[in-house]
Nanobody, 121 residues
Framework: QLVESGGGLVQPGGSLRLSCTAS????????IGWFRQAPGKERGGISC????????HYADSVKGRFTISRDVAKNTVYLQMDNLKPEDTALYSC????????????????WGPGTQVTVSS
């Protein structure tokens, strides 16, 4: 089971750090992806951290602004989001899978319920 936290309301240009915490299994050794879905739009992958070497991947829309990282001791994967924009407003979810398919989320499992991020002045 994965549970996301850290969402909220933030002004444009602000920052948030999302957490994806696992219970019942260890995140170490698994690829973890972050996804988001805005109202009226399909869910899409925005970032992923590889299972074995922690190589990171980002969608073009967030590259340079978001940073994914893993804390093995806390069994948590983080998504640091800086310079947030109104178009980043969405429900953010994490899941387990192979980063080679993170753009679509195909074959990702153990989805968390998500945490809402709203960027507005």
């Amino acid at each position: 089971q994965l549970v996301e936290s850290g969402g909220g309301l933030v002004q444009p240009g602000g920052s948030l750090r999302l957490s994806c915490t696992a219970s019942g299994f260890h995140l170490e050794g698994y690829g973890i992806g972050w996804f988001r879905q805005a109202p009226g739009k399909e869910r899409g992958g925005i970032s992923c951290i590889n299972s074995h070497d922690d190589t990171t991947h980002y969608a073009d829309s967030v590259k340079g602004r978001f940073t994914i990282s893993r804390d093995v001791a806390k069994n948590t994967v983080y998504l640091q989001m800086d310079n947030l924009k109104p178009e980043d407003t969405a429900l953010y979810s994490c899941a387990v899978g192979a980063c080679s398919t993170f753009y679509s989320g195909w074959n990702f499992v153990r989805w968390g319920p998500g945490t809402q991020v709203t960027v507005s002045s």
